[in-house]
């Protein structure tokens, strides 16, 4: 059973990019590591923009733990990009995010689930509990209902 396309609606944060010539397979449409740059920059992009700090700089900082994603439809290239964040549970040291992408329409080309765990900045094996008040702030606004 195919999985339900997720729709524009359903995220909170927004940015826009464009796709280039070199994310194209020759298949003609977005080769899939392409997917998972584009969700890695948007959920930092967030994060910098909300704190308005430098999230590199921080005591914790925060690591991919998993990333994942499903595709609905093909992207390609020129038309812009559409991509959506939300953040489905903030935990005491993790935030887990679904991010949609679109070009064109309002259903979903694409999903990815992405887990970010904070650790210690001088010492990645050690989680930090909790994760630095800047972040919950920043991460908060995006959690839906």
């Known amino acids: 059973m195919p999985a339900e396309r997720p729709t524009r609606d359903q995220y ?12 194209i397979d020759v298949y003609g449409h977005m080769n899939n590591a392409r997917y998972f740059e584009l969700i890695d920059t948007v959920v930092n992009n967030q994060l910098a923009v909300s704190t308005g700090v430098d999230i590199r700089a921080l005591d914790a900082i925060g690591v991919v733990a998993e990333v994942g994603c499903r595709y609905f439809a093909e992207i390609g290239y020129p038309e812009p990009v559409d991509v959506g964040v939300v953040a489905d549970k ?3 040291s993790s935030v887990v995010y679904r991010v949609g992408l679109f070009q064109g329409g309002d259903q ?15 010492d990645p094996a050690r989680p930090v509990t909790p994760m630095p008040d800047v972040i919950r702030a920043a991460v908060t606004p995006l959690l839906r209902g």
């Open 108 to 122: 979903a080309c694409a999903e990815g689930r992405f887990v970010h765990v904070y650790v210690d900045n001088t």
């Open 90 to 92: 903030v935990g005491t």
């Open 12 to 23: 909170v944060y927004w940015e826009q990019v464009t796709t280039r010539w070199a994310d």
